[in-house]
């Protein structure tokens, strides 16, 4: 299976990313194994969290920036009790609260969490954080011990649930836009019930229409024992995003960079600001690109 990821291949593979090892490591391997030049991610995971990366290669890493917008889904664990200097269990301990016991909080700890972390939030992220300031990244000047003030923004939680598991801990399952760091959602749970709280682990389980569950490890690519289903062909990506069928003499127009016309209203009703474009070849089709939808009309983003 290994075989068909070689330079020139494009497309994308679902990896399982272990702990302790950066995205950009996982990366560094495949590049490595696969000999394939061009190669991205679906967004950056913490050395700490294991999980979902959706690693597109070739012409498929135009295809990124799609990617990175997805929403994504986790399973959080998170201990009450102790804050970090990175809101993980990474980081130096800042303080430690002995008495909280999950149970003997008065109100329904389950529905204060739901009910807060759903919808649109302001976050501020962790200091240790790949964020830059002045074109560096917010985790070298907190290394330096510099005085930092990280500048809140706003996050989407699609859904949440939080349960419960002992005095101490509660596992979260969260699915929520780019940006939002689990992290800082763990720092504040503890806030929010008047307390510490630190993230204790993280697995990403999905990212837009991928799932971890179809995923390979690092360790069965290596070994060439890869799941089918964790590779994707440019053309399996491309009937993710809604699509626009051309004729031939229309297919021509674009490859030549022209836009063909468009029945009225086609774009229109089209939900979907990203859109593929298809050339129909008898019962079948074929790929020619991607564009963006403007209005009523797209705009050629890049041909195949």
Request: aromatic share 8%.
């Amino acid at each position: 299976m290994k075989s068909i990821l070689k330079d020139g291949f494009s497309g994308a593979i679902l990896i399982d990313k272990p702990k302790n090892m950066t995205s950009f490591d996982v990366l560094r391997v495949i590049k490595k194994e696969t000999g394939i030049k061009k190669i991205g991610h679906s967004g950056t995971l913490d050395p700490l969290a294991t999980g979902l990366l959706v690693v597109p290669f070739s012409k498929a890493t135009k295809l990124q920036s799609m990617f990175l917008n997805d929403d994504k889904s986790y399973e959080a664990d998170i201990l009450f009790g102790v804050s970090t200097s990175t809101d993980d269990l990474e980081g130096e301990v800042l303080e430690k609260d002995e008495s909280i016991n999950l149970h003997n909080i008065k109100f329904n700890v389950e529905e204060k969490l739901n009910t807060y972390f759903l919808g649109k939030l302001t976050q501020v992220p962790p200091i240790y954080s790949a964020i830059k300031v002045n074109g560096e990244p917010l985790y070298k000047k907190a290394r330096r011990g510099e005085s930092i003030e990280v500048k809140p923004r706003e996050i989407f939680i699609k859904k949440s649930d939080f349960k419960v598991l002992d005095s101490k801990n509660i596992k979260a399952f969260i699915t929520c836009s780019k940006g939002t760091y689990i992290r800082s959602i763990a720092r504040d749970a503890g806030k929010l019930l008047k307390t510490e709280a630190s993230l204790k682990n993280l697995k990403r389980i999905s990212s837009g229409n991928f799932f971890l569950k179809d995923s390979s490890s690092l360790e069965d690519f290596l070994e060439d024992k890869i799941n089918p289903k964790s590779v994707f062909s440019l053309e399996d990506l491309a009937r993710g995003f809604k699509g626009i069928y051309f004729d031939k003499k229309e297919a021509t127009l674009i490859k030549n960079g022209i836009q063909a016309p468009l029945k009225k209203g086609e774009v229109r009703d089209l939900k979907a600001n990203f859109i593929s474009l298809w050339e129909k070849k008898g019962e079948g089709e074929r790929l020619i690109g991607f564009s963006n939808k403007i209005d009523d009309n797209y705009k050629i983003r890049f041909l195949i």
